[in-house]
Structures are given as C-alpha cells and as structure tokens.
C-alpha cells in the first residue's frame, strides 16, 4: 500500500513538472530592463545583492548603486574608483570592492552612507596593489580577494595578515564556508590558512577560468567554465554535466552561474543572455537580446527574496519575475499583434491576432512560430470542430489544414462558430449581419445558407439545453433565437430591461457547470422559464460582487472559472468538496494589459488560461502559487529639514548595537529648529513587482487626524509646523494587496527663539519692566496730575477761601450792617423807650407836681388825702423795677452783655449804679438820667462820682469813655 501511495505521488510530481516545463515555452517571463540612464551610472554590472530590508545593491562602474524598488541611489568609493564586488554582513554593513581600494559603508551621524577603507589600513608595502574582485566572510574573518594578494582582516577591522600565492588568482569563490581558488597554472585550490591547496583533481582545471562553482547533491560540485562548458564532481574526477548542450554553453562563454530555490541552475552567460537548466541540465528558459532581455551579455546574477532573478549586463541591468505563473507570449517570441483567441490541439498552439493565426509546437522548445498560409489580418476566433480547425476572420470563415487557411465561405466578418445540441449535424455561424448555416460533413464543415429573419451582428452565442440559441449584442440587449423546421431562416424574441435586464448594453452569455448565465453591467444574471425574465444569479453575484461588470468569462475541464470584469481579474478555483476558493490579487500583475477590444479568456485545459492581451498574449498557470508572502517593508530613505538659508537631510539608517537598522531609535529623536520647520519625508517599499503600483498611507501624528487616501506619492513634505513633538507614520500596499507593518519617524520642532522659556523669562521681567515703568509713569503722572489737581483745587480753595472770605466779610459786613442796623433799631427801640420812660417820669413827676401843689393848696382833707394814695401809687410805680428788667434784657441784647459782665466783674455796685452805667453807655445827658433815675440833676452827678469811685478810675480816666469800651 505505502509503494502504491509513493509510487502515485512520484508520478504526480513527475506530471506536474512536465507539464510545469512545457508551459514554460508558451512565452517569456515578465522582466524589466534598467538602462545605465535609468540608474545614472556605469554600463557595467559586476555583482548584485540585497540587504535585509529588500534594497538592491549593484557594484557599477560607477560605484555602488542602491534600488529602493522604485528610485536609484549612487554612493562611490573612496577614491571614485570601479565598484567589483559589494556584500553585506548580518549586521547590515555594506562592504565593497573596487579598483585599488576596499572598505564598507556605514552611515554617519546623520544616517548617510559613506565609505571607510580598509585598504588604508594595508602596510605601505603591499598597499598598491590594482583591484579587488571578491569579499567573503569565513568565521570571525574578513577576506579581501585581489589578483596579487589575499588579504585578512578581523571582525575588529584590523589587518591580520596577506597571503601571496605563487601564482596570480584567476577567480576566487566560496562553497560550504571554504573559499576556492583558480589558477590558471595549476588548477583549482582551497584556503587553508595561510596557503592554498589544490583540491583532489584540482588540477583538471588547469589552463581553463573558472567561472563559478554550486554545490549539488551528495556533496557534489557543479563548476562552471568561461569557455569549456559545465562539469560536475565524480568519484572519479570531473565530467560533464549537460552533454547535449556543452558545445552551445562553451560559445556562450560562461560568467556566472546560480543555483535558484527552486533547485534550477541559472547561468548567465557572455553571448547568449541567461539560461535556467533543470537539474538534469535541460534547458527549460532561454532569454537573451530581443528575447525577454535588452543586452546578450550577463556579468552577475542574483535571486533576490521575493524570487526575482536580477541579471547584471555589460550594460544595464534586468529583472526577471521568474517567481510569477504568467508568461508573456508577444512579439519577443516572434508573435506580432493584439492577441484575440487562441485554440490548443493536441500538442500545436494556435494563436489569433488582429495581424493573422500563428502556430507552434510547445513540447518542443526550439520550435519557432509560423503563420498560417492566408490568415493574414484580423482573427476573430478559432474552433476545434470534429477535430477540424475553424478560424472566423474579417474576410470570412476558413478552414486550417497543414499551415493553410481555405476559405470556407465569403461571409466578411466571422465572429463565432456555435455547435448545435439539438441539431448534432450542423454548426451556426455568427457574423457581423446575422446568421449563417454550415454543415459537418466526412471532407469537413461545408457551408449551406445564410439564414433569413435575423440581421443583428452576432458575436456572443450558447444553445441552453431546450435548444433555443441567446445571442447577445453589444449595446441592443439579448434575443433568444429558433431555427425554422427547414432550417431557411430563424425566430426571435427581444429581451431588454422590461425583462428585468439592468440595461441593453454590455451583456454576454457563458456556459458554466452546463448552465448559460448572463454577465450585465451591475451583475450576474439567469433566465428564469417560468416567468420568462431575467433574475439575479446568487451564487455568481455573492462570489464576484452585485454590481460586477464581467468582461469575459471561461470555465476549465475541471471546473475553475476565470473571469475579467472592469474591477478585477480572478479566478473561482474549485475545490474537492464542490465549493469555490476565489483569488484576485495575483491577477493585478496584469492590470493595463489585456485586451480592452474584445477581452477574451481562453482555457486551453485544466489549470493553464490564456489572457488575450494588447500585445499577444498572457499565460497563467494555476498549479503554480497565487499567494505572494514575500518579504516586504516600509523604509524611510531621508528626512530633509529646510529654511530659507539651508538644507539638512537626515538619512534612514541607525546603528543599533553594532547593527544597522532602518527603525528610529529614541534616542535619536532630532530636535528641530523653527526655522527648519519645512520637512519632507521619502519613504519607499523594495518590491520590484509592479513597483508603479505600490501605494502608501502616511499619518502626521499630532498634526493629522489619522492616515490618508493610498496614493502612489513617495513623498509628503510639511510646513509651517508649530513647535512640539511629532510621529511621522507610512505604510504601504503591494500591488498584491499585501501591507506592510508601518515605520515611524519621530521629531520635535523646537519653538522660535521668541518662544523660548528664556524668551517667555525675559517677556516676564520686560513686561514686569514694562508695568513697573508704565505704573510709575501713572504713578508719576497721577502725582503730577494730583499735585496740579491739588495746586488748582488749593488756588480754587485759595479762591474760593478769598471769595469765601470775601462772602464771609460782606456776610460779614452784612451781618454787621444787619446787627448795626438791629442795634441801630434796639437802640432806637431802647432809645425811644427810654424817652418813652424818661417822658413817662417827666409826665408823671409833672403830675406828682401839680398834685402837690393841690395838696398845698386844697384844705379839704379827703381830697389831699385821696391825692396822697395818687402821689403815693405813683411813686410806687416809679420805683418799680420791671421796665427796667424789660429794658437789662434789651440793652444786654444791643451792648453784647454790657450789664452781666459788668455785673459780674463789679459786684458791689447797686442796681441804681448799674442803671447809672447802662444810661451812660447810651451816651445820655445827666438830665436825662436824673429823670430816668428820678432823682435830681444833682443827684445824678452824685451818683456818677460814686460809680467813679466803685469802678476805681482814676481822675484822669473819662467815665463815659470808659462805659463806652467796655
């Protein structure tokens, strides 16, 4: 049982790589050539490599070039010289060789790369030495391989020791961790130490250059010659490797040979381009000038990580997508035109282009293409019927037999052949007015009639399993046509968008699992018998999208159908359990370059389709991997800070524990000035495969709100950034769909000197300068202003004082005046009383008087008596003492107290005295006294001497003046 399962695995693999090989020459790989214009350096091309990041690095003529997938770089030696060999250590350091000198690149502090030599490090003795053509590392040691000498040195950078072997080196190459050595004296030898051994039979390769050396199975080598072929190790010596090609490799001169991952051998030659051989030495792919490649000449080969194979030309440099299932079958295979259609028939190919039908035998690889006899022009379609090859052409439906085309009927513009179900024995033609009517016969198909009733052009053709026939058009929508019963002429009926169509345009029928569906322009389509409408298709709309626009469509024997609609290319892969696995993204590889005439998917058997294409044709082949997992990152190449005076660049590279590394440490966060606050990042993704689709996302954080659109910009630049920290984020997208993880780039814009914590100090104490001088300044002013203020208001007040003053004397004055004029009046009120009293005491003395001499002159008793008590009241009225005290008040009131304060200061004077005193202020006479008194004249002046004496004047004191100032 176990052999029985290993034996039908064998032989599986065995048919997958026979079929693998043979649809191998059904065209080119895919390849893009770079011109020494493109990479702007030398012509030549010594060795390519790549870092871990994905960069290509190439050693030029020129110096060393750098290919981020997208742009070039150039860096150059020391001394500018020739660029032979470049290697890259696990620590990323670049090292390189050239014309008399070698040494690594390293970035500076900066990130950019420069170059160190080591070969300064060489004594003086033996450091003129001309070019240096390999570096390798073996264990802890470097080896700098010349023509002269061999020099080690140390993973320290330090010179160890030169090897000088007796005879010049001619190649120099590494196998298994031991560096060979040929010499065309003596063979081919191994480092061992400080000397070279040769190796057992090394010697058969004396006088022959030994080109390259891989090892094979069973610690086998295959060793690789400039002119004398391939030979592989034996137990017994050498042999050749590949005998039937020998003779063809020794005229192509061998430079370069590879061993690929996929177990093939990759030889790149000096006169016919590159060859991939199998295992066995059969060649399987042959590329050389005008055939997949621009120049015959390969100096070095190189498998990058994503199984690109990258040729290095004596001028230029090519890439070769050897990892993809398509292949290109164009005009660089002798295929000229638009592809169209294309029929397999046991094992000839035909292909149909806008320029005529072309034929090849694919099991045979150095088979080349032939045009078949008058197809020349344009090729609508070809058909196997009864093993018969039909081609429906501009001029006609022909018959192909040995390389000819035979007319079959003068029917300009054959699109299709239709094979009747319901009608075995004949065959409808479809042409660019309706229809036609041939016949299978023993000598072949015969034509019978055009068919009547029906003059639509009629391309797209399928018989459903009742037998009616759907044609559809182009832009008029779907007819379901009957051929009458004598088969003259056929019946129709017209279906548009009241047949529950989305429009008339656009529309394709295609048979699927022996099923008809119809492809419209928003989605999949069947016709439904009971309703006799059309309704959507679910399993086709929920697997390709609702509104799917579907261009072309084909199913293979085993069930996978491939499709091409406006959006996408793809195929529904059956799997063993009946359902589908879909698959888009490798398909985008063929995005703007099939046929947008008349797309067309040719199925030529299980798993191998053939893409019509704007030139030829396009290969797929689905055994081979869909999924792309290639390595692929996102790296910052430069950072450039600009002002109006300068520009600084910040490369991408970083030193990171002896590494160098494209992630941004944080300790290498930059701070940028305000004036370099313009900045542009550059930013790529290394993956060569439809580099020109490669899309990026970038997120200015701190400044964005998040990612934007993907476009295809390896630039953003930024300006008028404020000061703060910020994180520049970029992503991309491969043209598989394929996203990388985002890198960062961090920086902090530092703020203008004017908004500086210094600047913000000096703000502080200036504004504190500024408020203390503007405080003072009020102050100074307000004092100023207060002291006028005060000034004014104290000569207002002086004014006011004097005017008030002035008020105050004339109120004064007034109040004088007034108080004289009330004095004036009490005097004349006290005046006028006492004339009142004085004339009342005269009047009543003058009475007194006459009664006396009444008295002395009555004799009557009574009446002297009654006179008596008249007498007697009137002295008593005399002496009475109230119109005097009426007459104190009014005098103290006029004289300002005359008589308390004189009361008061003399108080042994008699109430007469101080009467005496009060009439003698008012400047009265001694007779006017006496009367008030009412005593006599003498009396009064007796009394004024008696007031003299109690008031203590002296005789030369004037009593009256005295009374007066008191």
Known sequence: MFKLLFSTIVFCLLSLSASLAQYKTLGLPFSKYYSSQDYVGGIQNWKITQSAEGLIYVANNFGLLEFDGTNWERYTLEKGTKCRFVYINSQGRIYAAGQGDFGYFIPDENGILHFISLANKLPDSIRNFDETWRIYQQNDQLVFCTFDDIFIFNQQDEFVRAIDPAYDPESFHMVNHKIYINQYETGLSVLDSDSLKLIRNGDFFKNKTVTSILPVANEQLLISTYNDGIFISTSNGYKEWSPENNDFLEKAAINHAIRLNNGRIAIGTQNEGVLILNTEGNIELHLTNGKGIE????????????????????????????????????????????????????DTLYYGTNNGLYFKNIKKREAELQLVENSTGQVYSIENIDGQIIMGHHNGAFAVSHGKANLLAPIAGTWTFLELRGQPNYVLQGNYKGLALFEKTVKGLKFIRKLDGFQESSRVMQEDQNGDIWMTHGYKGVYKIQLNKNLTGVEYKYYGTESGLPSTVLINVWRVNNRLIFTTERGVYRYDKSTDRFIKDDFFNE???????????????????????????????????STYEKHTDIFNRLDLLLNDDLQNLITLEANQVLFAAKEGFIHFNNQMPKTINHNFST???????????????????????????????KVKIPKVSFNNNAIQFSFSAPFVEGQNDTKYQYWLENAEPGYSEWSNRMLKEYSNLKEGKYTFHVKAKNIYNQLSEPVSFSFVILPPWYRTPLAYSI????????????????????????EILTEEKEKELTRMDTELKSSEQEIERLKNEKLKAKIELQNKELATSTMHLINKNGFISHVKTNLNTIIKRSKNQEVKHEINKIIHNIDKNIASDNDWEHFSIHFDQVHGDFIKRLKSNYTNLSPQEMKLSAYLRMNLSTKEIAHLLNISVRGAEIARYRLRKKLNLDRSENLQEFILKY
Do not use: C
């Open 635 to 665: 790296i910052i190449n430069s950072v450039k800070l600009s002002s109006s005076e300068d520009t600084l660049t910040l490369g991408g590279r970083y030193i990171i524990d002896n590494t160098i590394k494209f992630e941004q440490p």
């Open 295 to 346: 120049n015959r000449t390969v100096l070095s080969l190189f498998e990058d990580i994503q199984g690109n194979l990258w040729l290095g030309h004596n001028n230029g440099i090519s890439m070769i997508e050897l990892n993809l299932p398509f292949t290109h079958a164009n005009e660089q295979i002798e295929l000229p035109g638009t592809g169209y259609d294309a029929l397999l028939k046991n």
């Open 763 to 786: 703000y502080f104490i200036l504004l504190f300068g500024v408020l203390a001088t503007t405080f003072y300044a009020f102050e100074f002013r307000y004092k100023k202003k207060t």
């Open 543 to 577: 697997m390709l999208g609702p509104d799917s626009q579907i261009m072309s469509l084909s199913e293979d024997p085993i069930g996978n159908v491939f499709y091409a609609s406006m959006k996408e290319i793809g195929v529904l892969e059956k799997q063993p359990n």
